[in-house]
């Protein structure tokens, strides 16, 4: 891997760690649960993507797995909350 | 236990199985069909219904034009239309809950463009009656609340393509 | 040369990424209310997921790496259950939001949604 | 040399992060946002992980801390009460 | 602000200055070591040499090498217990009638149309997904544990959005327990695999042993087709796989039982011992 992509790589990783943060500013603040659960959504997509830069820039690709895994978690986790909400049994 | 239905479900699996594993190695191909099979006749009751229209290539051939539309000219558009609206120091935002009439009938075509709608942003869809055959779309500039009009402008170049894939 | 082309795309790819999850973050602080949110959240997931997964894959295939194949199609699986899980999730959040009436739809337009839900309690009672 | 600085800051700001959730779900008398925080607090050290090399324990970790438990949290609290001190 | 909440601010913040001062560079206390330990470099020199198979375990992946291979004897305590936890929490739901759903319509049951199909088609993606982190556990991170609990996101999204009374008949308490079982007989079998061929090919041979060793000379296939299988590991994952997936969804299915099917039970038994 040349130098070129590397230093976009440095260029790229603080503006996403700046937009992870301020998901979290919304998770903290939400007003309701839905808002919370909303923005943890959006922080696991956006962690998805900076493991798929970071792997490039480890050069490391058994990390690729754990992307994978984080998304159909969170996507459980949308559930859990959807269905809690909807007053049913969890099972029904 | 019907094969034909399986057909399809199997090759999805084989392919999802040998492009995550990356390579085509004996060991990958031997697993892989045999994981392919296991997971196939597993899924293929609550995937397929129709044989015939899985199997059937032209609808392959449609779901890829769909692809190119999407991606490249739907997609773009919304995200460009959402951006303005965030940056902007007013945010002109005029929202609200419309009635959107929708003209598929099969199970695959109804979540195809109601996943399409989800996914470009300005619109989301809150909730479907699958009696009156109508999703409740949250819409980021309503500019007409005529359930005629909202489908002409939401979801109908969607429909074009989709029915002809699954329906 | 192709090579060098995959890697050029690749990088377009992560740096509309990036900006469009920025916009995105940055919605998710500005918009009023929850239901206005979800559209900020889809940007997030769409450009600002989909979109780098994707160029991080076409990097690394136009890359020297020992397995690069694998990373692809590790890349590109991820960015497929990406795409299909965010509209599920969000649609089941809003729907359920909706029902239990938990957050506000202010400000809003119109609200078709809850004239027809109170009409069907209306012929229930 | 900029490399290494810059996930030194990327651990230490994760880290932190991770560090007020769990303040947070402590101190939250709401069970069903002490679930949510701590599902926050598991992405966050999902995230340290990664930048730490261990796929191992990241792979167990993501499914007991984001997945399993906030899931086991959710049908108990169905079953019972939502708030604490009541 | 109470007393409560700064106590445990205190705590929080003081254990965390310790933590990063212990792993600091600085720190010249005790758990900074220069060198090597003994044992470590015994791993890291033996675990792929092919140059000297006395003590090598045919697997690329060093983790698993460790986890299931030179300490195979506590990684099976430890997984035993586990079991150990879904078998009390099989008997504490011992006593249910089986339940039934109030509706048979499927579109009153679990979430919309939407999700119920996007699950479905997930579903197929996750059974590859898992099967590949859990097949090649023994050349890539992961393996049993981490497939298995891949798995288990399968159980637990359909049983939410489609409802525990729409799976299939085969998916009930009954045949996950029958799985279980075939799970942790594939990890016994394993285990005492060595054992049965030394005693066939008329050789010293140990519990848990994978490659040969220098005086017993047993030894689990290395490699399989093109690959690097490392014997023992490979069984050992594909076993935990299993168990592991289907303890979930066994731990998951009575978790989500309805609550009306223990009131009759409770309020009998409440009557019988007052």
Known sequence: MDTQVFTFIMIILPIYLVSLLLYLIRAFKGPTISDSVLSIDAFSFAAIAVMGILSLFFKSLVLVSIAILLSVWTYALDVFVSKYLEKKEMGE | MNLKKSIVPIFLAFVVYVVFSGSLSIYDISTGIVVAIVAGLLFSEILVKNVSKSLSLMRLGHLIRYAFYYFFVAEVQAHLDVIKRILNPKMPINPGIVRVPYEVSSDYAIVGVAGSIINTPGTVVIDIDEEKKLYYVHWIDVSTQEPGKCRQAICESFEKYLTKVFD | MIDLILTIIGEILIAVGVFCSLVASIGMLR????????????????????????????????????????????????AIIVMLVSPAGSHALARATHRARVAPVEPKVTDHLKEDEDEKEGEKD | MYELILIDVFLAVISTVALIFTFLTIMQKDLVKAAIYSSIESASYLL??????????????????????????????????????? | MNTKTVISLLVIISSLLAISYAIADQATGVIPQTGLRNLASFYLENTLNPSNKSYWTASPEATSAIVWDYRGFDTFFETSVFYLAIVGCTLVFELYEPPKSKTTKQTELGLTIIVKVITKIVGILIVCVSASIALHGQLTPGGGFQGGAALAVLPILFIITMSRFALDRKVNDTSMIIIRALGLCGIGITVILPLFLGFITNNNAYIIQNQMKPDALVSLPSTIADKMMGGSLWMLNVSEYIAVGAGFTLAFLLLSLPERSFKKILEEEKYATY
């Open chain 3, 31 to 78: 918009f009023p209310n929850f239901f206005v949110r979800l559209h900020a959240a889809t940007v997030g997931s769409m450009g600002g997921s989909f979109l780098p997964i994707i160029g991080a894959g076409l990097i690394a295939l136009g890359s020297d790496f020992p397995d690069k194949w694998m990373f692809f199609g590790g890349l590109i699986v991820a």
């Open chain 4, 48 to 86: 340290v992980f990664f930048l730490l090399m261990s796929p191992d324990l990241a792979g167990a970790y993501v499914a007991i801390g984001i997945g399993i438990y906030p899931a086991v949290v959710f049908f108990l609290i169905k079953k019972t009460e939502r708030y604490e001190d009541k």
